[in-house]
C-alpha cells in the first residue's frame, strides 16, 4: 500500500494561515491525493483532492510538489472550528482509501 | 439532501454478545463503506458495497463480523460474539459509485464492549 507520513500535531494561531504537510515518497502516477478531516465526534469529512495540479475549492488548497512526493493543504484563515485531525490519504481509481493517525491540529484563539 | 444516517448512536454490550448496527447512504450511491475506528486511530476499511454485491471484504474478521446490503440500498454489520478488542466507533460512508469519488460519513456508532 502507498503511504503517507503527516506530523502528530500541529498549533495554529486563529484567523493565520495553516500549512498541514504530507509525505509520500512512494506515490505511482495513478495515485490521487486526498484530504479528509475529523471533528471531534464526527465522522471524517473530505476537504478536497488533486492528482498533480494543485487545487483551490472553498475549504482549502492543495499544493502538491512537482514531483509528487509530498502535499501540502493550506487553510487559509484558521478558526476555531478547524481543529481536528487532517488525514493526507492516496487513492487508487478503485476508490481503495487507507486512513493513517493523521495530523492533530489546534487553533488557538 | 440528507446525509448518511446510523443507528443507534451508542452501544454497550457484555463480551460475547450479538450487536448489529444500521446505515442508510445518501440516496443514489452505489457504494457503501463499513470502517471501524478504534480510538487513537484513523478509521479502517472492514467493507465495501457496489450496490448489494461486496468489492472488498479482506479486513473484514470474517469469524464474527458479517455485513449485508440486500437491496443495494440500507446495509446492516453485525458482531456475534463481541470481545473486549472491538470496542470502537464503528462508521458508514457512501459515495457516488466506485472511482476517487467524495466519501460521506455518517456520525458513526460508538460500540463498548465490556
Known amino acids: 500500500d502507498a503511504k503517507t507520513t503527516q506530523p502528530n500535531s500541529m498549533e495554529s494561531n486563529e484567523e493565520e494561515p495553516v500549512h498541514l504537510p504530507c509525505n509520500h515518497s512512494t506515490i505511482s502516477g495513478t495515485d490521487y491525493i486526498h484530504w479528509y478531516r475529523q471533528l471531534p465526534s464526527q465522522g471524517p469529512e473530505y476537504v478536497i483532492h488533486?492528482?498533480?495540479s494543485n487545487v483551490n475549492n472553498r475549504m482549502a488548497s492543495l499544493a502538491i510538489a512537482e514531483d509528487r512526493k509530498s502535499s501540502t493543504l493550506i487553510l487559509h484563515r484558521a478558526t476555531l472550528r478547524d481543529a481536528a485531525v487532517y488525514y493526507c490519504?492516496?487513492?487508487?481509481?478503485?476508490?481503495?482509501?487507507?486512513f493513517g493517525a493523521g495530523t492533530r491540529l489546534t487553533v488557538k484563539p | 439532501e440528507a446525509g448518511v444516517a446510523q443507528s443507534p448512536r451508542y452501544k454497550i454490550i457484555e463480551k460475547r454478545q450479538s450487536v448489529a448496527f444500521w446505515c442508510n447512504p445518501i440516496?443514489?450511491?452505489?457504494?457503501l463503506y463499513w470502517y471501524q475506528q478504534i480510538l487513537g486511530q484513523g478509521p479502517k476499511l472492514l467493507i465495501q458495497?457496489?450496490?448489494?454485491?461486496?468489492?472488498?471484504d479482506s479486513q473484514l474478521p470474517k469469524d464474527r463480523f458479517s455485513a449485508e446490503r440486500l437491496k443495494g440500498v440500507d446495509s446492516t454489520l453485525k458482531i456475534q460474539p463481541a470481545k473486549l478488542e472491538d470496542s470502537a466507533v464503528y462508521l458508514c460512508a457512501s459515495s457516488l459509485s466506485e472511482g476517487p469519488y467524495e466519501q460521506y460519513f455518517g456520525p458513526g456508532t460508538r460500540l463498548t464492549v465490556t
Open positions: 458495497f457496489q450496490n448489494n454485491g461486496v468489492v472488498d
Open positions: 490519504i492516496l487513492r487508487l481509481n478503485n476508490n481503495d482509501m487507507r
Open positions: 440516496s443514489g450511491h452505489a457504494t
Open positions: 488533486g492528482l498533480t
